[in-house]
């Protein structure tokens, strides 16, 4: 596996000193479960959005964001999904037609986390078929957003159940659209394109390297390199220390657990 080019763990943004390949993994600390350094995981994503508008996926990204705006990124918007604008809490802060919605997406002020049933090393995305498009063997979501999405906002992804059968060396058709298809769709399609990160139950991922391939930015505690690449269908960037997950601050997780989710839904969506 190589090492991203010019890139050092010690500055991804959301982490902590971590392991070489072969290292005994970190244990978990305070009592912090998996799912709750992937909340914190998410809720970096969102770090120094300013005031945009977070559009997270996912029970996991849904407390991240919510969390973000409660503590590091007071100016995020958040939504209830159909026509309000809401405070961490669901309490109404104001009114967001269908119609503003979709001009905070053409004009670049949102950031999706999606979902992602396949996703390749250059963050090119599926959620519409697996197989062949003549003939699938699965048939999934379809495209949805997800390339408007792309091409006109960041778009994160986050991924509960990191395998090869979602970290695939190419995806069955493209939905959301990563950095090698951008760039050959010409400057169109990249003057706004980003993917600022990919979170799944093993770690973060980010396309810091010079042909914006996917590299491992960080390893959840209790998580090893190697079980990150066994689990990666293709060649993964691996830096040679990669740092930690950041542990999540006393008062975040007593506000992951005592108001945000207090019925605990992150840990059904992942275990551990």
């Not at 919605?101 to 519409?128: C, E, K, P, Y």
């Not at 298809?181 to 600022?196: C, D, Q, V, Y």
């Not at 601050?249 to 840990?267: F, H, N, T, V």
Request: proline share 10%.
């Amino acid at each position: 596996m190589s090492a991203a080019p010019g890139a050092s763990p010690d500055t991804t943004p959301g982490s902590t000193p971590g392991a070489s390949r072969g290292a005994t993994p970190s244990p978990p600390r305070n009592g912090v479960t998996r799912a709750e350094y992937c909340v914190i995981a998410c809720a970096e994503a969102w770090r120094g959005d300013g005031e945009i508008l977070a559009s997270p996926m996912g029970p996991i990204p849904s407390i991240g964001a919510r969390l973000a705006r409660r503590t590091f990124s007071p100016d995020l918007l958040l939504t209830d999904g159909e026509a309000l604008l809401v405070g961490p809490d669901g309490s109404p802060e104001g009114w967001l037609p269908y119609r503003q919605h979709l001009a905070l997406v053409t004009g670049g002020r949102r950031h999706v986390m999606m979902g992602a049933s396949q996703l390749d090393r250059f963050g090119n995305q599926n959620i519409s078929c697996v197989g062949d498009w003549e003939r699938p063997a699965r048939q999934l979501l379809g495209v949805r957003g997800g390339p408007v999405n792309t091409l006109n906002n960041p778009v994160s992804y986050w991924v509960p159940r990191h395998s090869t059968r979602v970290f695939v060396e190419k995806v069955d058709m493209i939905g959301g659209v990563g950095y090698d298809s951008a760039a050959a769709a010409g400057p169109a399609a990249t003057r706004f394109h980003r993917i600022p990160r990919v979170v799944s139950n093993l770690g973060v991922f980010d396309f810091a390297t010079e042909d914006h391939s996917m590299r491992l930015a960080s390893l959840h505690p209790g998580v090893t390199v190697e079980e990150v690449v066994a689990a990666t269908g293709f060649e993964l960037t691996v830096p040679a220390d990669v740092p930690y997950t950041r542990e999540p601050s006393p008062a975040e997780l007593a506000s992951i657990r005592e108001d945000l989710d207090p019925k605990g839904l992150r840990d059904r969506e992942v275990k551990g």
